[in-house]
Each structure stands twice: as structure tokens, then as C-alpha cells.
């Protein structure tokens, strides 16, 4: 009977030994058993999870924790066995770092310890790789260790030092609001009362209790502030008025002279500003732009009391340089209206200018075209197209309602702004009572 040994896992070196004439005299070998060292890896401590394993330099693992896990059968009947390589090996984590060295394929090699880091599934680790000194045994040794296993107890400590830092911030500001609490009720109040002095509201003053004489005295100095407002304001109400209404005055009676040289009455410019009022109102624009706006298209023709009165107010067909003379009007207003410091006045200098202006370029006197042409500037030119073709004039007959206002919408992309058109016609009831009543009135449309 034969006793047949179990196949061992092992790793031979040897040398010849010879004599002082370099005879051969014999050979000494050691074998190193390839499982011992799996063993001896297995119980090393290395941080906490950390691994250890050994590979060749064509990628068979030599020795690992578990040597059951680094030999598989060389064929397909189970006989022979062989190292598995380590992109083989059933270890998610040492494939990884062994990948992170970025080796080229082949047989792999290091002259020097290099160290590496890599993250698997989230977790971070280090690693480092070492080759053997002895070039009889061409090995790397493989070490991996997850960065937790030696920094979690600083990052344990940083965020407890953290959390402290936290709870002081915390108590800290509790004690800075208690201590400005006073202070900060004052001052809103006395902010307050001062948005709503700039807002022109002198009555809605509210008074606080203040433990602080400084913040105190400036609440007393507001009230007196306030008083003397008021008194200022009401003495002023009257006359702000007063003037209003004369600047308003004047401006319509120099308005209504211009357009007595070319209509029967001046009713024309009355017309036109509630026109454009109406249409300004339909297309959202802001009250108050919308009253300026108002008061601004009465002088859109003030340039007309520079024209002859043989040309304005010839009943038949103009020559081109009596045209061009016509045409010299809107120049005369902007120039009449020109170095004004104020907004209804500068308003009422544009639509003078600009009335005149198509929207699709062919007007003038500057052929502007588009969003060129001022917002209040296409209104009016609607509105002052509209009531001349309805009205009675020296020189030609009153249009039908409903024929003026296909003018205007045939007009829309060319002469006119196609969504000051539209606004024109969503306000048209409107402008069809304002007619009806003045016929109503007796007064010539």
C-alpha cells in the first residue's frame, strides 16, 4: 500500500552549493508552506477591519486570511489546482485597492512602498503595497484599512466639539436678544412712524414705552416733527390745489388755441383726452401716468398755431409744399414745449413730436417706427386719426362711426400699433357714448 500525501500549497527557493573551484557540491532549498502564511495573516490585528493579502507578480494571490479562498481547480474535471488571480478573488473590498495602484496589465512590479486611496460602496479606505526585498520571492504585500478605523474617534470628537459650539452660539444669542429686546421694540416703533411720515401719513404715529431717555427723546422730537408736518401740509393743501388747477386751466385755454384755428370748437382736444384716458386705463397703465397722460394730448397740436391760416384751414386738396408746411407742426409744438423741467410738459413735447410717426416707419417728421415711437405717442395718434374722420371739418364731411373704426383696425401693423389698436377697440362702447352724448349736447362731433 502507498501513503499519497494531500496536495500542499507551497513555495520553493533554492541555491547550489560549491566549493573553493566552483564545484557543485550541493543544493540547498527551503520551502516555504504557502497556507502558513495565510495563517500568520489572518491573525494580524490591523486597525479594526483592515486585511491583509500577498500576490505574485503575474496577479496569483499567494496568501490572504483565508487560504481556502485563494486555490480553485485548474480544469473542468476538478483535477489540479491553481492560485487565483486577484481580480478573482471573491473580495470586493482587496480587488479595489489592488485596482487603485492602476498597474499596467501584464506582470506587475514596484521598486518602492506606494500608497493608495479608494472608496468601495460609500466607504473610504487606504491602502499600501509593498515589494519583498529578497528578488528570490517577487511578492507584493498588500495592506487596506478603512479610513474609520483610525480617524472615527477625531471625527467622533470634532463633532462633539461641534455640538458644544452650537449650544454656546445658541445660549449666546438668547442672551444678546434678551439684552437689545428693549432696544429694538424702540427703535421699530420709531422706524415705523418714520416710513409712515415718508409715505405722507402724519396722523398714524404710534407711541411705544421705552426704558431708554436718548430713544425717548427722539420719539418726542418725531412728534414735534410730525406736528409742524401737518400744519406745513395744511396750510400748503390750498394752494397746491390752487395751482393745480390753473396750470390744468392754462394748459387747456393754450391748447383750445391752437385748435380754434382748425376746427369749429375746441371740443376736439376734450374728446382726445378721454380717448386716450380710456385706452391708457385698458392696457394697465398706472393711474397716475394715465392723469398725466390726460392732461399732456390736449397740446398735442399746439405746433398748428404756427401754420398759416390760408394752409390749415384750406378746403381742398394741399400742394406738396403747403403738405409740408402742415407737416412743420409737429416740429413748431415739440420746439414750443422743448426745455421743459417737468414730466407732463416733457410728456406733452413727445406726443407733439411723435403723433405724426407710423408704426411701420412711414411717418414723420422723424419716420420712426415700432417700439421707437412713445407709448403715449401711439394712443394719441389713434385717438386723433379716429376724431378727425368722425368729425365735420371746412374741408370734408363726418365718417360713420362703424366706418372710422375699420379705418383704424385696417390701419393695425402699418400706421398704427397693432395692441393700441386692440386696446381701441376693447374701449370702443365706451367712445360711442362719449359721441352719442355730444350729439345729445348739441354739440358738433
Known amino acids: 500500500m502507498f501513503f499519497i500525501p494531500p496536495i500542499r500549497r507551497a513555495s520553493t527557493t533554492a541555491s547550489p552549493v560549491v566549493d573553493e573551484d566552483g564545484k557543485l557540491k550541493g543544493v540547498v532549498g527551503v520551502d516555504v508552506d504557502i497556507a502558513q502564511i495565510s495563517t500568520f495573516l489572518s491573525k494580524l490585528d490591523i486597525g479594526v477591519t483592515g486585511s491583509a493579502f500577498i500576490i505574485s507578480q503575474n496577479g496569483d494571490v499567494i496568501a490572504y486570511p ?7 481547480t485548474q480544469d ?3 483535477e489540479g489546482l491553481r492560485f487565483k488571480r486577484i481580480d478573482e478573488l471573491d473580495d470586493p473590498i482587496a480587488r479595489a485597492s489592488f485596482a487603485s495602484l492602476n498597474l499596467p496589465s501584464g506582470r506587475f512590479q514596484l521598486d518602492r512602498s506606494q500608497y493608495t486611496a479608494f472608496d468601495v460602496n460609500g466607504i473610504a479606505y487606504h491602502a499600501i503595497f509593498a515589494p519583498f526585498q ?4 517577487p511578492w507584493l504585500v498588500g495592506i487596506y484599512v478603512p479610513e474609520n478605523d483610525f480617524l472615527g474617534a477625531l471625527y467622533e470628537n470634532r463633532t462633539a466639539n461641534i455640538y458644544i459650539a452650537i449650544v454656546i452660539g445658541l445660549i449666546a444669542c438668547l442672551i444678546a436678544v434678551v439684552m437689545v429686546r428693549g432696544i429694538t421694540r424702540s427703535l421699530d416703533g420709531l422706524r415705523q412712524n418714520a ?11 404710534h407711541d411705544f414705552p421705552t426704558p431708554y431717555q436718548e430713544v425717548q427723546e ?6 414735534h416733527m410730525v406736528a409742524a408736518l401737518e400744519e406745513k401740509e395744511r396750510q400748503n393743501i390750498e394752494l ?12 387747456l385755454r393754450m391748447s383750445s388755441a391752437a385748435e380754434y384755428k382748425d376746427h369749429d370748437t375746441g371740443q376736439h382736444i376734450q374728446r382726445l383726452s378721454d380717448i386716450c384716458a380710456a385706452v391708457s386705463e385698458h392696457m394697465g397703465q398706472p393711474p397716475k401716468w394715465t392723469e398725466m397722460f390726460r392732461y399732456a394730448v390736449p397740446m398735442h397740436d399746439l405746433g398748428k398755431i404756427g401754420i398759416p391760416d390760408e394752409i390749415l384751414m384750406k378746403p381742398g386738396p394741399l400742394t406738396p409744399e403747403e403738405r409740408e408746411v402742415i407737416n412743420s407742426h409737429a416740429g413748431i409744438g415739440a420746439s414750443i414745449l422743448n426745455s421743459s423741467d417737468t414730466k407732463l410738459l416733457e410728456m406733452a413735447r413727445i406726443i407733439a413730436l411723435q403723433h405724426h410717426e407710423h408704426w411701420d416707419g412711414n411717418g414723420y417728421p422723424q419716420s420712426l417706427q415700432g417700439l421707437e415711437i412713445a407709448l403715449e405717442a401711439r394712443i394719441c395718434a389713434i385717438a386723433d386719426v379716429f376724431d378727425a374722420l368722425i368729425s365735420k371739418r371746412c374741408y370734408k364731411d363726418a365718417m360713420p362711426f362703424d366706418e372710422a373704426l375699420r379705418f383704424i383696425t385696417d390701419g393695425s401693423g402699418t400706421q398704427f400699433d397693432p395692441a393700441c389698436v386692440d386696446a381701441f377697440v376693447g374701449v370702443k362702447d365706451e367712445i360711442w357714448v362719449l359721441y352719442e352724448t355730444a350729439k345729445a349736447m348739441n354739440e358738433p362731433a
Not at 397746491?240 to 394748459?251: D, G, P, Y
Open 195 to 205: 416710513q409712515n411720515i415718508m409715505r405722507g401719513d402724519y396722523k398714524n404715529q
Open 66 to 72: 483565508d487560504s481556502n479562498l485563494i486555490t480553485q
Open 76 to 78: 473542468d474535471k476538478g
Open 240 to 251: 397746491t390745489e390752487e395751482l393745480r388747477k390753473t396750470s390744468i386751466t392754462t394748459i
Open 134 to 137: 529578497n528578488e528570490k520571492w
Open 218 to 223: 427722539t420719539a418726542d422730537a418725531f412728534k
